[in-house]
């Protein structure tokens, strides 16, 4: 079976909910406002993909290439984000609370105003990533001990 290739595509309020699209390439696409919720994105391409403000609640995205990726305001609690490349990617203001980021990159993402409260973030990487005084973190978490950049 072959892998969708869905690469630029433009899905602006669209309903994808449980959609499975595992092993895709959404590539450099644009799904603002979508509804991905309990979709498969497993080992999916999602380089530089634009989910601003979309509903991404237990999305399954583990094994997934989402670097650069737009996460703004997107809300992914419950999310499946384990050992997901997710460096550079923009992540303020989304709800990432109850995720799964174990073995997750977030080397020099933006976690401005975002909420990981009861997030598993065993063995995330977070060098150089951004946050603010407003980022909510798990229970007992030191952010600067972990490389994360605080401003205000």
Not at 37 to 60: I, P, R, Y
Not at 65 to 77: M, S, V
Not at 81 to 94: G, K, P, Q, Y
Not at 107 to 123: K, M, P, S, V, Y
């Amino acid at each position: 079976m072959r892998e969708a290739d869905l690469r630029r595509t433009t899905a602006i309020n669209v309903n994808f909910q449980d959609v499975y699209l595992y092993g895709a390439n959404l590539s450099r696409g644009n799904m603002t406002g979508s509804n991905l919720n309990g979709a498969d994105l497993q080992f999916t391409d999602l380089f530089q993909t634009n989910f601003t403000q979309a509903e991404m609640v237990n999305t399954k995205m583990n094994n997934s290439d989402a670097k650069w990726g737009n996460f703004i305001g997107t809300d992914l609690r419950g999310a499946n984000l384990s050992n997901t490349d997710l460096s550079w990617a923009s992540l303020t203001e989304a709800n990432l609370s109850g995720a799964n980021l174990s073995g997750t990159d977030l080397t020099r993402a933006n976690l401005a105003n975002a909420d990981l409260r009861e997030t598993n973030i065993t063995g995330t990487t977070f060098t150089g990533a951004f946050a603010n005084s407003a980022t909510k973190w798990p229970e007992g978490f030191n952010p600067i001990l972990s490389g994360i950049i605080i401003w205000d």
